[in-house]
C-alpha cells in the first residue's frame, strides 16, 4: 500500500511539473516539449488544437503497444499519468512564467520538465507518450531512458525547423537536452557506478581481491583467462565501485601489480546484492 501511495504521489507531482513546464514555458514562448507532448504543442501552434484532448488521443496507439510488452502495473500507473498530466495541462492553462533570457527559458524548461519525468521514472510510471518506447527499450536492452527520450525527440526538433525556423527549434533541442539529463540523476543518479576491469597475474590477483573486499568490502568476481600474446596465466578481476572508491581501487591495484591494466567503465544502474546497489525486486 505504501508503494503505491508513493506512486501515486510521483504521478501527481511529476506530472504538475511537467504541465507548468508546458503551460508556464513552452507555449508562451512557441517552443515544443519531447514526445507526444511535443506534437500535441506542434499541432497546437499550428491549428489552435486542444493540447490535453490531442495528448489523450494521440497516445492511444501506445498503450497498445504498453500492454503488449510491459508489466500491467507500469502501463496502470502511467495511465493515470497521462489522465493527470491531461488535467493539469487544463488546470494551469494561461499560467506563465515572466521569463526574457533565453538562457533562464531553456533551463526552466528543461529543468521542470526533467525533474517531472524523473520522478515519474522513479515511481514506475510515466505520462504515457514515448516514454512507453523508452521503458520497453530500458527493459529489453538497458537502454538509459532519458538518451532513448532525446533521439526520439530530435526527430521531433528537426522536423519543427520547417515550420518553426532554427531560432525556435535550438531553444527547443537545449531544453530538450537539458530536461534528459535531469531525467537521467533522478532516475539514475544516486545509483551511478563505475563497473572496474583489472587484468593481471593470478598472485597478485588473489592479493588485489582481498584488498578489495576487506579495504573496500566490495564484492569481486575472479574470471580465469590467458593472454592473447604472453600465453600466459591470467586473472581478470571485475567489481563495481561508486565514484569516490575509484582511486581508492587504483592505489590498491598498483601497490601490488604496477604493470596490471585496468579499465573503469560508467554505468546507471547495478542491481543486485551488495552496498548501495539497488534490489531486484525493484527491477521486476
Known amino acids: 500500500m505504501n508503494n503505491k501511495i508513493k506512486s501515486i504521489f510521483s504521478i501527481l507531482l511529476g506530472t504538475f511539473l511537467m504541465a507548468i513546464a508546458v503551460n508556464g514555458i513552452l507555449v508562451p514562448n512557441q517552443m515544443l516539449s519531447g514526445g507526444i507532448s511535443g506534437i ?53 492553462n494561461g499560467f506563465v512564467i515572466p521569463t526574457q533570457s533565453p538562457l533562464t527559458i531553456i533551463l526552466v524548461a528543461g529543468l521542470l520538465n526533467g525533474l517531472g519525468m524523473g520522478i515519474l521514472f522513479r515511481g514506475d510510471a510515466s505520462v504515457g507518450g514515448t516514454d512507453i518506447i523508452a521503458k520497453i527499450l530500458n527493459k529489453f536492452f538497458s537502454f538509459s531512458m532519458g538518451n532513448v527520450i532525446l533521439s526520439i525527440n530530435m526527430v521531433i526538433m528537426l522536423t519543427s525547423i520547417f515550420a518553426f525556423g532554427i531560432d525556435i527549434s535550438i531553444l527547443t533541442a537545449a531544453s530538450m537536452f537539458i530536461s534528459s539529463q535531469t531525467t537521467n540523476y533522478v532516475v539514475d543518479g544516486l545509483n551511478r557506478r563505475r563497473t572496474v576491469s583489472i587484468i593481471t597475474s593470478p598472485d597478485t590477483g588473489q592479493a588485489i581481491a582481498k584488498d578489495i573486499m576487506e579495504v573496500m568490502n566490495r564484492g569481486v568476481t575472479i574470471v580465469p583467462a590467458i ?29 601490488h601489480d604496477s604493470h596490471a591494466f585496468v579499465t573503469v ?6 542491481i543486485g546484492n551488495g552496498r548501495g546497489f539497488l534490489s531486484l525486486e525493484q527491477n521486476n
Open 40 to 92: 500535441s504543442l506542434f499541432l497546437h501552434f499550428l491549428a489552435g488544437t486542444n493540447l490535453s484532448l490531442t495528448n489523450i488521443l494521440l497516445n492511444i496507439p501506445l498503450f497498445i503497444l504498453a500492454f503488449i510488452f510491459l508489466k500491467r502495473r507500469f502501463i496502470y500507473f502511467s495511465l493515470l499519468g497521462m489522465i493527470c498530466f491531461s488535467f493539469w495541462l487544463e488546470l494551469t
Open 227 to 255: 593472454g592473447g600474446y604472453t600465453h600466459q596465466n591470467k586473472y581478470i578481476l571485475y567489481a563495481n565501485v561508486n565514484l569516490r572508491e575509484v582511486a581508492k581501487l587504483k592505489h590498491i591495484v598498483s601497490a
Open 265 to 270: 567503465s560508467d554505468v546507471a544502474q547495478v
